[in-house]
Nanobody, 128 residues
Framework: QVQLVESGGGSVQAGGSLRLSCAASGVTSRYYCWGWFRQAPGKERETVARIYTGGDRGYYADSVKGRFTASQDYVKNTLYLEMSGLKPEDTAMYYC?????????????????????WGQGTQVTVSS
């Protein structure tokens, strides 16, 4: 059973940076699609970034392109989300998620509902 634990959230001022981590356990192969998602109060969950094992085939929401970078340390089984230039509209609960996948399927994934395993989330609050 895959388990995910996020950390690194917090409160920052606009323009600041944070690095979120997602420690994975129970991962038995390299063939996983990984994603970062967020949900603000009263809003739907949205995809922030999605990568395949090793960081290939990255996808980023238009709202975070150029500011956020997702990466993975396969040896440490940890997924990261480097966030810079944070804006108040980035305030949300951030979740990591994964599902067993081929690289091609990972590239074709739309949305968040297909992801199988989820962390508990970490709160990011950006003040103006």
């Amino acid at each position: 059973q895959v388990q995910l634990v996020e950390s690194g959230g917090g409160s920052v001022q606009a323009g600041g940076s944070l690095r979120l981590s997602c420690a994975a356990s129970g991962v038995t192969s390299r063939y996983y699609c990984w994603g970062w998602f967020r949900q603000a109060p009263g809003k739907e969950r949205e995809t922030v970034a999605r990568i395949y094992t090793g960081g290939d085939r990255g996808y980023y929401a238009d709202s975070v392109k150029g500011r956020f970078t997702a990466s993975q340390d396969y040896v440490k089984n940890t997924l990261y989300l480097e966030m810079s230039g944070l804006k108040p509209e980035d305030t949300a609960m951030y979740y990591c998620a994964t599902l067993p996948s081929t690289a091609a399927y990972c590239s074709s994934v739309y949305g968040w509902t297909i992801f199988t395993y989820w962390g508990q989330g970490t709160q990011v609050t950006v003040s103006s």
